[in-house]
């Protein structure tokens, strides 16, 4: 004796299911770039205060500050945060989100560059030619300008042993990640969870 099991509307349940799994993929790509906008926004506000993930850049340096002027922004990097994005990209294996100065797109390679440089640190030759141009700013300071209790025009007299000037590194986005990781996927499982509920998230 045998028992017949019958389903009937396979076929619509069957495409339920499909849908189903559509909206899933759907909101979970959704709950990701919801998140990544708001990492964006972090990034760019941190590297403005100086200090990506709560760890405050290196200083600029006497001669960086006196260049820079009383009116312009004293942090360090302060002119890369407008740079930063996030971006989607299609694979094979579905869809990656961004967050930082983008790879890919419209992103200049120039600024990645030197994006590049200035997390790692790098240095810089002192030639005759940099040697007079310092000089030549120096004295047009005049020695009346002080930062703290050192005369900014002495800055830029370099002396004759000084081969090379160091910029240090200045990490912005493994701090920033490192702070804010646990943070970050805890917000995109109940960015999917609100979503999946019909909330507008």
Do not use: C
């Amino acid at each position: 004796m045998s028992t017949n099991f019958i389903v009937k509307n396979l076929k619509e349940f069957q495409k339920a299911l499909e849908q189903a799994d559509k909206d899933r993929i759907k909101a979970a790509q959704t709950a990701v770039k919801v998140e990544a906008h708001r990492l964006m926004k972090g990034l760019r506000e941190e590297i403005k205060a100086g200090a990506p993930g709560g760890k405050p850049f290196s200083p600029l340096s006497l001669i960086a500050q006196a260049r820079k002027g009383k009116k312009a922004a004293k942090t360090p990097l302060a002119r890369m945060a407008p740079l930063v994005r996030y971006g989607t990209k299609q694979t094979e294996n579905g869809m990656t989100v961004s967050v930082g100065f983008q790879t890919y797109g419209t992103f200049s390679p120039r600024w990645l560059y030197l994006v590049e440089q200035h997390q790692k640190g790098f240095t810089r030759p002192v030639t005759d030619k940099m040697r007079e141009a310092l000089i030549a700013m120096g004295a047009r300071l005049g020695r009346s300008r002080t930062a703290g209790k050192k005369r900014v025009s002495n800055a830029f007299f370099l002396k004759k042993t000084t081969t090379q000037i160091d910029i240090p590194a200045r990490p912005i986005i493994e701090p920033f990640w490192d702070a804010h990781k646990q943070e970050a996927e805890q917000n995109i499982a109940l960015n999917f969870y609100r979503k999946m509920r019909g909330e507008r998230i």
